[in-house]
């Protein structure tokens, strides 16, 4: 299972779902439904949410496969 750590991220850096909406191109209520595991993000929505959060796409997400 795969567990993507948006939220995590997000929170840390004190950003609200509309910051990072504006600065991703991403909707909110797509970040939304990721952070709350409703949908899983596309490669292109991961690929955009770390460039506009300034982290790598391997830091959004967390797998108990080690």
């Known amino acids: 299972m795969v567990i993507i750590k948006l939220w ?3 929170t840390a850096k004190g950003l609200k779902l ?3 909406a504006a600065v991703t ?3 909110k ?3 939304n439904n ?3 595991g409703k949908t899983s993000p596309t490669l292109a929505n991961l690929e955009k949410v770390a460039k506009g ?7 959004l997400y967390e797998s108990e496969y080690k």
């Open 8 to 10: 995590e991220i997000r």
């Open 18 to 20: 509309e910051a990072v």
């Open 25 to 27: 191109g991403v909707s």
């Open 29 to 31: 209520s797509t970040l």
């Open 34 to 36: 990721i952070e709350n």
């Open 53 to 59: 959060l300034g982290c790598r796409i391997s830091d």
